[in-house]
């Protein structure tokens, strides 16, 4: 099994960044994709953004490319999501994702096997 913690959540202004941090411990080795994921009440959960084990693969949704950047450190196990003009549209809760399968980047969160629990990221305008 594989552990997810996620951290560095918080309110900032509009404009404002934070860097989330995910945090994998267990059986890390089996690890491939990891991204990070969000979902607003009432709505379906949306990727934000994807890496690919070593790093040299990336995804961006639309909404947030160029403003986003993630990254990932195996040595560390840690995967982070430096978020920059930070929008109130950005507000909701930050999951973090691991699989352990295919290496795909892939949109649709049936495809990731680990899950965090959550960090909320609240944008004020």
């Known amino acids: 099994q594989v552990q997810l913690v996620e951290s560095g959540g918080g309110l900032v202004q509009a404009g404002g960044s934070l860097r989330l941090s995910c945090v994998a411990s267990g059986r890390t080795f089996s690890i491939y994709a990891m991204g990070w994921f969000r979902q607003a009440p009432g709505k379906e959960r949306e990727l934000v953004a994807a890496?690919?084990?070593?790093?040299?693969?990336?995804y961006y949704a639309y909404s947030v490319k160029g403003r986003f950047t993630i990254s990932r450190d195996n040595a560390k196990n840690i995967m982070y999501l430096q978020m920059n003009s930070l929008e109130p549209k950005d507000t909701t809760v930050y999951y973090c994702?691991?699989?352990?399968?295919?290496?795909?980047?892939?949109?649709?969160?049936?495809?990731?096997?680990?899950w965090g629990q959550g960090t909320q990221v609240t944008v004020s305008s």
């Open positions: 994702a691991a699989e352990r399968t295919t290496g795909v980047l892939g949109r649709d969160p049936e495809m990731y096997d680990y």
């Open positions: 890496i690919s084990w070593s790093g040299g693969n990336t």
